[in-house]
Structure formats: C-alpha cells, structure tokens
C-alpha cells in the first residue's frame, strides 16, 4: 500500500499562484510515476501533469507554460506550482502515484483548488 497527503489548495485570484504537494510513504517501488490530475463539478477527471522517477515529465495541454511539475525521489515527493490561474482552472485536484512494473495505482484525497475570476 501507498498513502499519499497532499497540500497546498484554497482560493487565489485569476493570475495568482499555488503550489501543490503530496508525499508517499508506505511500500514505495522504485521504477514509478507521480502526479497530479484535476476534476471539475460536471467533468472527467484529466491529467493535469506527471513525472516519472527518472524525471521525466508531462502536461495537459490546458496547463502547459503555466504549471510546473517536480518531484523529490529521496522525500517521495512531488509539488506542482500552479502560476497565472484562471478561473477554468478550478477543480479538486487529486495525487496520484502509479508503477506499471507492480501494476499498482493509488490516489490521493483531492485538494480543492478555486481560482476566483
């Protein structure tokens, strides 16, 4: 099992910034991919972005040159900052943290996150 806590979320301004964080603990595998995905009243969870172990990253395309994702192998953990928000950003934003080489897939509780227009 993994558990992941995440923090950051609350209300900002369209244009402001947040920075999200979550941590793992428990039976943490090595080889895996960690990161963020949102959903908005009414629609489908998506990928916001995510990173894997090796660093490599990716993007939703409503989110790229805005949001950053990076990550802390050694702490287990990963942070998106979120710059020049818009309102259409608002959503419950949801860690998660996958290894297909175990095949296992965990999520986060959510963090709301309201951009005020």
């Known amino acids: 099992q993994v558990q992941l806590v995440e923090s950051g979320g609350g209300l900002v301004q369209a244009g402001g910034s947040l920075r999200l964080s979550c941590a793992a603990s428990g039976n943490i595998f090595t080889l895996n991919t960690m990161g963020w995905y949102r959903q908005a009243p009414g629609k489908q969870r998506e990928l916001v972005a995510d990173?894997?172990?090796?660093?490599?990253?990716g993007y939703g395309d409503s989110v790229k040159g805005r949001f950053t994702i990076s990550r802390d192998n050694d702490k287990n953990t990963v942070w998106l900052q979120m710059n020049s928000l818009k309102p259409e950003d608002t959503a419950v934003y949801y860690c998660?943290?996958?290894?297909?080489?175990?095949?296992?897939?965990?999520w986060g509780k959510g963090t709301l996150v309201t951009v005020s227009g």
């Open positions: 990173i894997t172990s090796g660093g490599s990253t």
């Open positions: 998660n943290w996958a290894s297909r080489s175990i095949n296992r897939n965990y």
